[in-house]
């Protein structure tokens, strides 16, 4: 059947006519105007729950009050992790605290230090994580000045052995390179062709003393004849033993013996049986150790502490329980340039030897006693450009502040500036605080 053969359903309206609908047009399907009405309800419902869920976050915006904020809660190791009511943070379990308003710009008060910001922490929560404070005071502290040092042979102490004639060395009678000695101790014996006309210069004139009838006394101002040899033999470096023998046995000395003038240890100068030597020439050297030197390197921003006369002390790794003691002897009056170190001179004494020269320790000089602020050391701060503290204020309030240290002592540090006697400070803990107050600046500071 075509579409114009197809018949129109008749509907009575008023006045008697019959509504046809269009070609191809159909009645809509029962219900459809319902669904439509609560398609467009839903719609709406859901935009009110849209606006009611975007309105907490444009209250702070809009210059509401901080209630809400205050009532936020956060992990101060997590930042992440908020909650709208007090607990435990989820991931470390530590205990949330309020979120306090941020400002918009975080300046540190005076003193205080850049990056840093003050937090409060309630009394049993410092308890609770071992936090412990301690009041800054006035203390006599005594620093002492660590350096490293080494032990070297008082100069003042070393004797060179020369001899002052040509001869050949008949005997040596020091063994080995080094050896201890003993003052009068003989060393080797020479035989020297030019003092055998001295020595019989000096025979004559004692046989001429001994003669009969010589005996009167020289006249005034004069040498005696047996006196000038002896001086010539004694300035020539003829030992008073050996001119005792001569004078005794009445002839000359085939070797002279060299004898060494001081107890110590004597250190041959590639001496051997033998050999010839000249005028001038070094047979041995002796160094008495009873007395040592330390040289200890002073930085060159410490040289205005350090003066001669101040104690010292030095320890050694080869003795650990033994402290030997002494005094700054000596400053010297140029720097080392290649250490940049000021070198001072510390003598000790070394009466059992235990000191060896080459030897190294570490050397405390003592800078003397003085009254200042001081507080422990475990309560400063120090990153290496910049030292600060925590001061303690009401109500758990721990704020940052920047101090200038001085000496350390006992373990305790002067401060020189920032802090006054009296003020508390941390002193344990430092290192949950520091990270609490670096939070809590970066909070305050975000955009």
């Given at each position: 059947?075509?579409?114009?053969?197809?018949?129109?359903?008749?509907?009575?309206?008023?006045?008697?006519?019959?509504?046809?609908?269009?070609?191809?047009?159909?009645?809509?399907?029962?219900?459809?105007?319902?669904?439509?009405?609560?398609?467009?309800?839903?719609?709406?419902?859901?935009?009110?729950?849209?606006?009611?869920?975007?309105?907490?976050?444009?209250?702070?915006?809009?210059?509401?009050?901080?209630?809400?904020?205050?009532?936020?809660?956060?992990?101060?190791?997590?930042?992440?992790?908020?909650?709208?009511?007090?607990?435990?943070?989820?991931?470390?379990?530590?205990?949330?605290?309020?979120?306090?308003?941020?400002?918009?710009?975080?300046?540190?008060?005076?003193?205080?230090?850049?990056?840093?910001?003050?937090?409060?922490?309630?009394?049993?929560?410092?308890?609770?994580?071992?936090?412990?404070?301690?009041?800054?005071?006035?203390?006599?502290?005594?620093?002492?000045?660590?350096?490293?040092?080494?032990?070297?042979?008082?100069?003042?102490?070393?004797?060179?052995?020369?001899?002052?004639?040509?001869?050949?060395?008949?005997?040596?009678?020091?063994?080995?390179?080094?050896?201890?000695?003993?003052?009068?101790?003989?060393?080797?014996?020479?035989?020297?062709?030019?003092?055998?006309?001295?020595?019989?210069?000096?025979?004559?004139?004692?046989?001429?003393?001994?003669?009969?009838?010589?005996?009167?006394?020289?006249?005034?101002?004069?040498?005696?004849?047996?006196?000038?040899?002896?001086?010539?033999?004694?300035?020539?470096?003829?030992?008073?033993?050996?001119?005792?023998?001569?004078?005794?046995?009445?002839?000359?000395?085939?070797?002279?013996?060299?004898?060494?003038?001081?107890?110590?240890?004597?250190?041959?100068?590639?001496?051997?049986?033998?050999?010839?030597?000249?005028?001038?020439?070094?047979?041995?050297?002796?160094?008495?150790?009873?007395?040592?030197?330390?040289?200890?390197?002073?930085?060159?921003?410490?040289?205005?502490?350090?003066?001669?006369?101040?104690?010292?002390?030095?320890?050694?790794?080869?003795?650990?329980?033994?402290?030997?003691?002494?005094?700054?002897?000596?400053?010297?009056p140029a720097l080392n340039p290649a250490t940049r170190?000021?070198?001072?001179?510390?003598?000790?004494?070394?009466?059992?030897?235990?000191?060896?020269?080459?030897?190294?320790?570490?050397?405390?000089?003592?800078?003397?006693?003085?009254?200042?602020?001081a507080v422990p050391e475990d309560a400063v701060v120090?990153?290496?450009?910049?030292?600060?503290?925590?001061?303690?204020?009401?109500?758990?309030?721990?704020?940052?502040?920047?101090?200038a240290v001085g000496s350390r002592a006992e373990g305790?540090?002067?401060?020189?500036?920032?802090?006054?006697?009296?003020?508390?400070?941390?002193?344990?803990?430092?290192?949950?605080?520091?990270?609490?107050?670096?939070?809590?600046?970066?909070?305050?500071?975000?955009?």
């Amino acid at each position: 059947m075509s579409a114009a053969e197809r018949k129109v359903p008749e509907d009575p309206v008023p006045g008697g006519t019959v509504a046809v609908l269009p070609q191809g047009a159909e009645d809509p399907p029962p219900g459809v105007k319902t669904m439509a009405i609560v398609r467009w309800a839903l719609i709406g419902l859901m935009g009110i729950a849209a606006a009611a869920a975007w309105l907490p976050a444009v209250r702070p915006a809009s210059g509401a009050t901080g209630k809400h904020a205050e009532a936020l809660f956060h992990c101060p190791m997590h930042p992440s992790v908020v909650r709208d009511q007090a607990g435990d943070c989820p991931i470390c379990g530590m205990r949330l605290v309020a979120v306090e308003p941020r400002r918009s710009v975080a300046t540190p008060a005076t003193g205080g230090v850049p990056g840093l910001a003050a937090v409060s922490i309630e009394p049993e929560r410092l308890q609770l994580i071992g936090i412990r404070t301690a009041q800054a005071s006035r203390r006599r502290l005594a620093p002492e000045l660590r350096t490293a040092g080494f032990v070297a042979a008082d100069e003042d102490r070393l004797a060179s052995i020369t001899v002052r004639y040509s001869g050949y060395v008949k005997d040596v009678r020091v063994k080995g390179t080094v050896a201890r000695v003993k003052k009068g101790q003989v060393l080797a014996t020479v035989y020297s062709p030019e003092l055998i006309t001295p020595q019989l210069s000096f025979v004559n004139g004692v046989r001429w003393r001994k003669a009969p009838g010589v005996g009167a006394p020289a006249p005034s101002g004069s040498v005696p004849l047996a006196d000038d040899p002896r001086r010539r033999l004694l300035l020539l470096g003829v030992s008073e033993q050996d001119l005792a023998d001569i004078e005794r046995r009445l002839e000359p000395l085939q070797e002279l013996k060299i004898r060494s003038p001081i107890d110590g240890w004597a250190v041959a100068s590639a001496l051997r049986q033998g050999s010839y030597v000249e005028p001038g020439a070094e047979l041995f050297q002796i160094a008495d150790l009873s007395k040592v030197w330390v040289i200890a390197d002073v930085l060159e921003r410490d040289m205005g502490r350090v003066r001669v006369g101040q104690h010292a002390r030095l320890t050694i790794a080869a003795y650990p329980d033994r402290v030997f003691r002494g005094e700054v002897e000596f400053l010297y009056p140029a720097l080392n340039p290649a250490t940049r170190t000021l070198q001072a001179r510390i003598e000790l004494a070394n009466p059992d030897l235990l000191l060896r020269p080459g030897m190294y320790g570490d050397a405390f000089i003592e800078l003397g006693a003085s009254d200042a602020v001081a507080v422990p050391e475990d309560a400063v701060v120090d990153t290496g450009g910049t030292q600060y503290v925590f001061v303690a204020g009401s109500a758990g309030q721990l704020a940052p502040r920047r101090v200038a240290v001085g000496s350390r002592a006992e373990g305790w540090v002067e401060i020189v500036s920032g802090l006054t006697a009296g003020e508390t400070v941390v002193t344990t803990g430092n290192f949950l605080v520091d990270s609490e107050s670096r939070l809590r600046a970066a909070l305050e500071n975000r955009p």
